[in-house]
């Protein structure tokens, strides 16, 4: 497809979540990080901090696209950089200019920290603010500290660890979104899954590291027919689908259920629903999805801005489309391929060839048929044995499995996450 040409038939649709990258620096210093250590390395023309005036004209643009397409809600995730660092001060401004400047649409704000600075205050904070936090960390102290290190080296185990439970205490426990681990291949999955577990997170989500076909990711050479992203969260999967009582809500296995149950909604990892995500750099300037940045410098860029364009002028352009057009903006392999309405082609950023640009395969494409492939395995053996069938449930939707479903907190975004498996 060429990218940048709407189809017939096709409309824009509407944004619904935004990310607004508050802080461009950070008080870690991740090796694997996207933002600071991959291609692309404009966060260091950006301003420290979003400014207020910035934050009014952001809110206002959400404020006017909202009216426009009559949405009653939408999602705004505070992001960084390390997004605490301004320090409760800044959230307030930022929240209050927020609330001020968007008066007839509900903001459902989140956070994604690093936890370093989520002190007993800041956690009551965010809790009456009403702010749903996340918290990164890699698994156990070995595995985080494989690359999640201060500046000099330290460790993050501890003031991460703290965070996490101080999330999961009584008072603050409906406030808390979970816990967000990138694979790490070197660390062993179950002891990993385990010590998260431990911790008491009530949902958590498992991210492949960024890579594309250029620069691929740790431990992965495409093409050498090894797997070994699947082969690290399959032990996890299983373990987790065959448990009496889900110990925890996990996203990238309950979005991949939804999927091949029927359902079509999903985060922007998979499937074929148009991705609504827009993000907003600390300057004001629009970016696509800020994974983008494992690309090339600029990849993520819009050239447009807050104080410029409106949001509905962002909607036609070439990069939106072409993650909103579902199937016809895919690669002609996935676009044969079994199981493309459960994968979608897996992240927009991973499927990036210099030469060829995103109009291919994932980088991952081995490893994402072959997670999807055991899961679909394992919940047809559940189907047969309750007398039903994979293309039943699909036509019914993902509700008509029978008893055993569950639903995810925080998962998919219709509801529909619904886990089967179970003793
Ligand atoms: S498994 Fe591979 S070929 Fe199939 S849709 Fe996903 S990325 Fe494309």
Same mark, same amino acid.
């Given at each position: 497809?060429?990218?940048?040409?709407?189809?017939?038939?096709?409309?824009?649709?509407?944004?619904?979540?935004?990310?607004?990258?508050?802080?461009?620096?950070?008080?870690?210093?991740?090796?694997?990080?996207?933002?600071?250590?991959?291609?692309?390395?404009?966060?260091?023309?950006?301003?420290?901090?979003?400014?207020?005036?910035?934050?009014?004209?952001?809110?206002?643009?959400?404020?006017?696209?909202?009216?426009?397409?009559?949405?009653?809600?939408?999602?705004?995730?505070?992001?960084?950089?390390?997004?605490?660092?301004?320090?409760?001060?800044?959230?307030?401004?930022?929240?209050?200019?927020?609330?001020?400047?968007?008066?007839?649409?509900?903001?459902?704000?989140?956070?994604?920290?690093?936890?370093?600075?989520?002190?007993?205050?800041?956690?009551?904070?965010?809790?009456?603010?009403?702010?749903?936090?996340?918290?990164?960390?890699?698994?156990?102290?070995?595995?985080?500290?494989?690359?999640?290190?201060?500046?000099?080296?330290?460790?993050?185990?501890?003031?991460?660890?703290?965070?996490?439970?101080?999330?999961?205490?009584?008072?603050?426990?409906?406030?808390?979104?979970?816990?967000?681990?990138?694979?790490?291949?070197?660390?062993?999955?179950?002891?990993?899954?385990?010590?998260?577990?431990?911790?008491?997170?009530?949902?958590?989500?498992?991210?492949?590291?960024?890579?594309?076909?250029?620069?691929?990711?740790?431990?992965?050479?495409?093409?050498?027919?090894?797997?070994?992203?699947?082969?690290?969260?399959?032990?996890?999967?299983?373990?987790?689908?065959?448990?009496?009582?889900?110990?925890?809500?996990?996203?990238?296995?309950?979005?991949?259920?939804?999927?091949?149950?029927?359902?079509?909604?999903?985060?922007?990892?998979?499937?074929?629903?148009?991705?609504?995500?827009?993000?907003?750099?600390?300057?004001?300037?629009?970016?696509?999805?800020?994974?983008?940045?494992?690309?090339?410098?600029?990849?993520?860029?819009? @050239?447009? $801005?807050?104080?410029? !364009?409106? &949001?509905? =002028?962002?909607? +036609? #352009?070439? %990069?939106?489309? /072409?993650?909103?057009?579902?199937?016809?903006?895919?690669?002609?392999?996935?676009?044969?391929?079994?199981?493309?309405?459960?994968?979608?082609?897996?992240?927009?950023?991973?499927?990036?060839?210099?030469?060829?640009?995103?109009?291919?395969?994932?980088?991952?494409?081995?490893?994402?048929?072959?997670?999807?492939?055991?899961?679909?395995?394992?919940?047809?053996?559940?189907?047969?044995?309750?007398?039903?069938?994979?293309?039943?449930?699909?036509?019914? @939707?993902? $509700?008509?499995?029978? !008893?055993? &479903?569950? =639903?995810?907190? +925080? #998962?998919? %975004?219709?509801? /529909?996450?619904?886990?089967?498996?179970?003793?």
């Amino acid at each position: 497809m060429a990218d940048s040409e709407p189809l017939p038939g096709w409309a824009p649709q509407p944004f619904r979540q935004f990310v607004f990258k508050v802080q461009s620096r950070c008080n870690l210093d991740c090796d694997y990080c996207y933002v600071y250590h991959l291609a692309d390395q404009s966060w260091r023309r950006q301003p420290k901090h979003m400014a207020p005036d910035t934050v009014r004209a952001a809110a206002r643009r959400i404020a006017e696209h909202a009216a426009r397409h009559e949405l009653d809600r939408v999602k705004i995730t505070i992001h960084g950089g390390e997004p605490l660092l301004g320090g409760r001060a800044y959230l307030e401004t930022f929240l209050s200019v927020m609330r001020a400047n968007a008066p007839g649409v509900a903001l459902d704000f989140s956070m994604q920290t690093n936890g370093v600075l989520l002190d007993d205050e800041m956690a009551a904070f965010l809790v009456d603010e009403s702010v749903i936090v996340g918290i990164s960390l890699d698994g156990d102290r070995e595995a985080n500290d494989l690359h999640r290190r201060f500046r000099d080296g330290r460790s993050s185990y501890d003031l991460v660890e703290d965070a996490i439970r101080r999330m999961t205490r009584p008072e603050n426990r409906e406030s808390f979104g979970g816990v967000l681990c990138t694979v790490q291949l070197a660390a062993d999955p179950l002891r990993v899954w385990h010590s998260l577990l431990d911790l008491g997170t009530p949902a958590l989500d498992f991210l492949l590291p960024h890579g594309t076909w250029s620069s691929p990711p740790p431990g992965l050479r495409p093409g050498d027919g090894r797997t070994p992203y699947a082969d690290w969260l399959i032990p996890i999967f299983d373990e987790w689908f065959d448990a009496a009582d889900r110990p925890a809500s996990v996203r990238i296995f309950e979005d991949i259920l939804n999927l091949l149950l029927g359902g079509v909604d999903s985060y922007e990892s998979f499937g074929l629903a148009p991705v609504c995500l827009v993000v907003v750099e600390t300057d004001g300037g629009y970016e696509q999805v800020d994974s983008m940045k494992a690309a090339y410098e600029g990849a993520a860029a819009t @050239g447009m $801005s807050v104080f410029t !364009e409106s &949001l509905d =002028d962002l909607l +036609g #352009t070439p %990069g939106i489309v /072409a993650r909103q057009v579902g199937l016809s903006g895919l690669h002609e392999t996935c676009r044969e391929c079994a199981l493309v309405e459960t994968c979608g082609g897996g992240l927009y950023s991973h499927r990036y060839l210099e030469g060829s640009g995103f109009v291919n395969p994932s980088v991952f494409c081995a490893d994402l048929y072959a997670l999807i492939s055991h899961i679909e395995r394992r919940t047809t053996d559940q189907l047969t044995a309750r007398g039903l069938t994979l293309a039943q449930v699909r036509q019914s @939707g993902p $509700s008509a499995g029978g !008893e055993g &479903l569950a =639903d995810g907190r +925080g #998962t998919s %975004g219709n509801g /529909a996450a619904r886990t089967l498996g179970g003793a």
